[in-house]
């Protein structure tokens, strides 16, 4: 769990350095491909160094088509996060993505959808989701 809060906790600092990045780069879609492209060496460096992870072509080539799709939601979320945190600012941006977050993940735990555990919907979990919208609504009015 800590390592998730962490990992989250730079979701932040790599938006406000794709957004100085777009600044002097050009715009927010050249500072995503410049992001892209630097994690796609690292991880290629990785993968070569370690030695840790196998491709498995056989189960790549039979995946249904719409499991590539990670890479492309992936540059939509950085390109327009790069675009949007100069004029929303840090805070309100992340109150707004982790509502979205929130919502999207209570709807796909509750119907299983992606090969998720089915995770029925609460009233806790209604409350919890509520109590986040109200944080939006706080953050962008203060």
Same mark, same amino acid.
């Given at each position: 769990?800590?390592?998730?809060?962490?990992?989250?906790?730079?979701?932040?600092?790599?938006?406000?350095?794709?957004?100085?990045?777009?600044?002097?780069?050009?715009? @927010?879609? $050249?500072?995503?491909?410049?992001?892209? #492209?630097?994690? +796609? &060496?690292?991880? /290629? =460096?990785? %993968?070569?160094?370690?030695?840790?992870?196998?491709?498995?072509?056989?189960?790549?080539?039979?995946?249904?088509?719409?499991?590539?799709?990670?890479?492309?939601?992936?540059?939509?979320?950085? @390109?327009? $996060?790069?675009?949007?945190?100069?004029? #929303?600012?840090? +805070? &309100?941006?992340? /109150? =707004?993505? %982790?509502?979205?977050?929130?919502?999207?993940?209570?709807?796909?735990?509750?119907?299983?959808?992606?090969?998720?555990?089915?995770?029925?919907?609460?009233?806790?979990?209604?409350?919890?989701?509520?109590?986040?919208?109200?944080?939006?609504?706080?953050?962008?009015?203060?």
């Amino acid at each position: 769990m800590m390592l998730t809060a962490v990992t989250g906790s730079i979701l932040p600092i790599q938006a406000g350095i794709n957004s100085r990045l777009s600044r002097v780069g050009g715009g @927010a879609v $050249i500072a995503a491909f410049i992001s892209f #492209l630097t994690g +796609t &060496l690292v991880l /290629a =460096l990785y %993968i070569f160094i370690s030695r840790k992870e196998n491709f498995q072509w056989t189960g790549l080539k039979s995946a249904p088509l719409w499991l590539f799709t990670g890479g492309l939601i992936g540059a939509f979320y950085v @390109a327009i $996060i790069t675009f949007i945190v100069p004029s #929303l600012g840090t +805070t &309100l941006t992340f /109150a =707004l993505v %982790i509502a979205g977050q929130l919502l999207a993940a209570v709807i796909i735990d509750h119907f299983g959808w992606l090969g998720m555990a089915t995770r029925e919907i609460t009233a806790g979990r209604i409350v919890g989701v509520l109590l986040l919208i109200a944080g939006v609504v706080l953050i962008r009015k203060y």
